[in-house]
């Protein structure tokens, strides 16, 4: 099975490239964006306690986010998923850590991060646009400012986490969707499915 990430500031494009991913290729899918707005919407009480956090566009703890991935991880295996794709984790050097030490207990190697490079102006623009349907609490440009920086304080970093050994893939994310895609796959393709 492999297993790979796709990363991106708020507004690159995780979850539109995602879904063509996981359209393409036999793989088992998390956003854990979406399923952090499940526990909020299903009023658990994990909900309650991050829909604060989340509404100030910060990141949610490492153990919270750690519990969801475990799961995930096991109902792949059982189903006999060809690979998994996380989307928006890791998101902190502590959650990349996380992720390797999970996945090598259970045999399997973590292929690589997909990043989607787009300059800030044309996310704030996205996510702005996105604000008008997308019904999020967190879409909005205060909340936004906090994402960006979180992006750019703990995520940014595990790029030369896996940058170290080669498990950074790159990908300019400012031209067409279906362009992207392409792109994305050529990695994905190199990898040993
Ligand atoms: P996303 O849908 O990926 O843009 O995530 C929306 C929000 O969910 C983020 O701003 C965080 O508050 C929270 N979140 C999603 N994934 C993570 C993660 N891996 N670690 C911590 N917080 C997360």
Not at 112 to 128: N, T, Y
């Amino acid at each position: 099975m492999i297993a790979i990430a796709i990363s991106g500031a708020p507004g690159a494009g995780k979850g539109t490239q995602s879904e063509l991913l996981v359209d393409k290729y036999d793989f088992a899918y998390i956003s854990t964006g979406a399923a952090l707005r499940k526990e909020m919407a299903d009023g658990t009480e994990i909900g309650k306690k991050i829909k604060s956090i989340m509404d100030n566009g910060e990141l949610v703890s490492d153990d919270i986010v750690g519990e969801i991935i475990v799961n995930v991880v096991r109902k792949a295996e059982e189903a006999g998923k060809k690979g998994i794709l996380f989307d928006g984790f890791p998101r902190t050097i502590k959650q990349a850590e996380m992720l390797d030490e999970l996945l090598n207990k259970e045999g399997i190697d973590f292929d690589g991060m997909i990043g989607l490079e787009v300059g800030e102006d044309i996310l704030m623009a996205r996510i702005l646009n996105r604000a008008k349907t997308s019904g999020r609490s967190d879409d909005n440009e205060e909340s936004v400012r906090h994402r960006l920086d979180a992006y750019h304080e703990k995520t940014a970093p595990i790029f030369d986490y896996y940058k170290k050994d080669n498990r950074y893939f790159g990908v300019n994310g400012e031209g067409e969707v279906i362009n992207i895609n392409k792109d994305i796959c050529a990695i994905i393709d190199t990898f040993k499915i």
